[in-house]
């Protein structure tokens, strides 16, 4: 208990409890330090109640439900296929509770204090922990920040939780809308979109770039756009959305698409045209920080602040945002608090959107090899020649391999298709582990299945791919 003004003291303190900060504070318990983790809200953070998770459950749901309309040609015929929407957010809600109340026995097992309250610097090693009641001061020898991210805002398109929604309550509707209008077309725009439209929805993607997954490389996304075709979403590039009029029975949406002023109506809009880092109420100022211009909050190689007392990890120490690279820099601060000489090395970070079909990426493209100075080789393997692709009726999309041309070592891959975000970690181990396409092609892959073609695609690399043509 607290009296008055003194400070409680404690240890490590780790500021939000999502993907970043709960992995840290369990890893700086391991490492034997006193932990106390506060958040203001649910353990698990937007990752597990309100992004990654919620949204692979919908995503899968939508998929089963395609799979079924869609199966006549295997002699799979399905009269009627109902959508009984309250009990598929009440799964997918479940499977949120499980995962969150995981996470709640995992730092009670690693003896980590749980607090809950809003967090504001007082001072260099000082925060005041506000809760309904009253507000109390701790001080710190380290703490570690992992505020995470809110859906970015655009201002002629505000945020009223019914019309224009951001992704959180794209994942928990009433109902499935009749029409949908999605502003943006990055990763939540696509995966979101593609499930509502899966679940009957007719969906209008708006992307303000001259394509959809800008950033991404096109060889790629061309297989997306053939399938938003396919599942009858509309994708407008070169529409950049300025104002919404929700006036209405539905929303209208207003942009400038190829310089001309067009509208678009629908039940909803879902705007997802990026993320901003939680770092502008927790008066960082007090703690001696500064945000850059996208309020990132500069950090070094072991996610270290200007405050060598203080540590920040995840969305609010810059791009990209994901879940997994948050609870890698948390590992990182975590170890060089305890004193470690851990580093952060993200040159295989997986990228991976689950779109459909599914993208995932790591490491250089070929474009980016080249530009870095390698002398680069390229073999790229297609699912349909892959006999378990074939036999999941999935035989769509590639995987491909960059390797440098002397050493065979291997810098990059982009796949495309079925399982890819389980395929990237193949590929991630492999640069982690140094190896070049020759480590890859004289490892033993079982058959049939979808690793089968790394391997190809590396024998590719080599000269010697068995289930094609080589070059
Ligand atoms: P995003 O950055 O992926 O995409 C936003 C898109 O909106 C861009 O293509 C941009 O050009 C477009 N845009 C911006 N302003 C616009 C306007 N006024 N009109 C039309 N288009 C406009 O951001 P998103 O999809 O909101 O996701 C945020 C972050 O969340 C991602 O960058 C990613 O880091 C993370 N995420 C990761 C997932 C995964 O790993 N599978 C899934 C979902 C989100």
Same mark, same amino acid.
């Given at each position: 208990?607290?009296?008055?003004?003194?400070?409680?003291?404690?240890?490590?303190?780790?500021?939000?409890?999502?993907?970043?900060?709960?992995?840290?504070?369990?890893?700086?318990?391991?490492?034997?330090?006193?932990?106390?983790?506060?958040?203001?809200?649910?353990?698990?953070?937007?990752?597990?109640?309100?992004?990654?998770?919620?949204?692979?459950?919908?995503?899968?749901?939508?998929?089963?439900?395609?799979?079924?309309?869609?199966?006549?040609?295997?002699?799979?015929?399905?009269?009627?296929?109902?959508?009984?929407?309250?009990?598929?957010?009440?799964?997918?809600? @479940?499977?949120?509770?499980? %995962?969150?109340? =995981?996470?709640?026995?995992?730092?009670? $097992?690693?003896? &980590?204090? *749980? !607090?809950? +309250?809003?967090?504001?610097?007082?001072?260099?090693?000082?925060?005041?922990?506000?809760?309904?009641?009253?507000?109390?001061?701790?001080?710190?020898?380290?703490?570690?920040?992992?505020?995470?991210?809110?859906?970015?805002?655009?201002?002629?398109?505000?945020?009223?939780?019914?019309?224009?929604?951001?992704?959180?309550?794209?994942?928990?509707?009433?109902?499935?809308?009749?029409?949908?209008?999605?502003?943006? @077309?990055?990763?939540?725009? %696509?995966?979101? =979109?593609?499930?509502?439209?899966?679940? $009957?929805?007719? &969906?209008? *993607? !708006?992307? +303000?770039?001259?394509?959809?997954?800008?950033?991404?490389?096109?060889?790629?996304?061309?297989?997306?756009?053939?399938?938003?075709?396919?599942?009858?979403?509309?994708?407008?590039?070169?529409?950049?959305?300025?104002?919404?009029?929700?006036?209405?029975?539905?929303?209208?949406?207003?942009?400038?698409?190829?310089?001309?002023?067009?509208?678009?109506?629908?039940?909803?809009?879902?705007?997802?045209?990026?993320?901003?880092?939680?770092?502008?109420?927790?008066?960082?100022?007090?703690?001696?920080?500064?945000?850059?211009?996208?309020?990132?909050?500069?950090?070094?190689?072991?996610?270290?602040?200007?405050?060598?007392?203080?540590?920040?990890?995840?969305?609010?120490?810059?791009?990209?945002?994901?879940?997994?690279?948050?609870?890698?820099?948390?590992?990182?601060?975590?170890?060089?608090?305890?004193?470690?000489?851990?580093?952060?090395?993200?040159?295989?970070?997986?990228?991976?959107?689950?779109?459909?079909?599914?993208?995932?990426?790591?490491?250089?493209?070929?474009?980016?090899?080249?530009?870095?100075?390698?002398?680069?080789?390229?073999?790229?393997?297609?699912?349909?020649?892959?006999?378990?692709?074939?036999?999941?009726?999935?035989?769509?999309?590639?995987?491909?391999?960059?390797?440098?041309?002397?050493?065979?070592?291997?810098?990059?891959?982009?796949?495309?298709?079925?399982?890819?975000?389980?395929?990237?970690?193949?590929?991630?181990?492999?640069?982690?582990?140094?190896?070049?396409?020759?480590?890859?092609?004289?490892?033993?892959?079982?058959?049939?299945?979808?690793?089968?073609?790394?391997?190809?695609?590396?024998?590719?690399?080599?000269?010697?791919?068995?289930?094609?043509?080589?070059?």
């Amino acid at each position: 208990m607290v009296v008055g003004d003194f400070a409680t003291e404690v240890d490590v303190l780790v500021v939000g409890g999502g993907p970043g900060g709960y992995v840290a504070a369990i890893r700086a318990a391991q490492m034997g330090k006193k932990v106390t983790l506060v958040d203001k809200a649910e353990l698990g953070g937007v990752c597990l109640n309100r992004g990654c998770i919620p949204s692979k459950a919908l995503i899968h749901a939508a998929d089963e439900v395609h799979n079924m309309k869609n199966s006549s040609h295997m002699g799979i015929e399905v009269d009627g296929v109902k959508i009984n929407f309250t009990d598929m957010i009440k799964w997918k809600d @479940g499977v949120v509770k499980k %995962l969150t109340g =995981g996470v709640s026995s995992l730092l009670k $097992g690693n003896k &980590v204090e *749980v !607090l809950q +309250g809003e967090v504001y610097f007082s001072g260099e090693n000082k925060v005041k922990i506000a809760t309904e009641k009253d507000s109390q001061t701790y001080q710190f020898n380290h703490c570690i920040i992992a505020t995470g991210s809110r859906p970015t805002e655009i201002s002629g398109l505000k945020y009223d939780g019914k019309k224009i929604i951001s992704s959180t309550e794209a994942l928990s509707l009433s109902e499935i809308p009749e029409k949908l209008i999605v502003v943006g @077309g990055g990763y939540i725009g %696509l995966e979101l =979109g593609i499930t509502y439209s899966k679940l $009957g929805s007719e &969906v209008t *993607v !708006l992307e +303000g770039m001259d394509s959809i997954l800008p950033g991404v490389d096109p060889s790629m996304v061309r297989m997306v756009k053939r399938n938003l075709k396919k599942l009858g979403v509309k994708a407008v590039t070169k529409a950049m959305v300025q104002s919404a009029d929700t006036s209405g029975d539905g929303v209208t949406v207003t942009a400038e698409v190829k310089g001309e002023e067009k509208s678009y109506t629908a039940d909803k809009v879902l705007v997802a045209v990026g993320r901003t880092p939680n770092t502008d109420e927790l008066g960082l100022d007090q703690a001696g920080i500064e945000v850059d211009e996208h309020g990132f909050i500069p950090v070094d190689k072991q996610m270290r602040t200007k405050n060598d007392k203080i540590f920040a990890i995840g969305d609010i120490a810059g791009q990209p945002m994901l879940a997994h690279k948050a609870s890698y820099e948390g590992k990182v601060a975590a170890e060089a608090i305890a004193g470690e000489p851990s580093e952060v090395d993200y040159r295989a970070m997986p990228y991976v959107i689950f779109s459909d079909p599914e993208l995932a990426y790591t490491g250089m493209t070929e474009a980016e090899a080249k530009e870095a100075g390698y002398d680069v080789d390229v073999s790229r393997f297609s699912f349909a020649a892959n006999g378990r692709a074939l036999s999941l009726d999935a035989a769509e999309g590639f995987f491909q391999l960059v390797a440098d041309k002397e050493t065979k070592q291997i810098l990059g891959a982009q796949i495309v298709g079925p399982g890819a975000s389980s395929l990237i970690s193949e590929v991630v181990l492999a640069i982690e582990m140094g190896a070049n396409a020759e480590d890859v092609a004289l490892t033993i892959h079982a058959h049939p299945t979808l690793p089968e073609t790394f391997m190809e695609a590396a024998e590719g690399i080599m000269g010697h791919a068995i289930h094609m043509v080589n070059k």
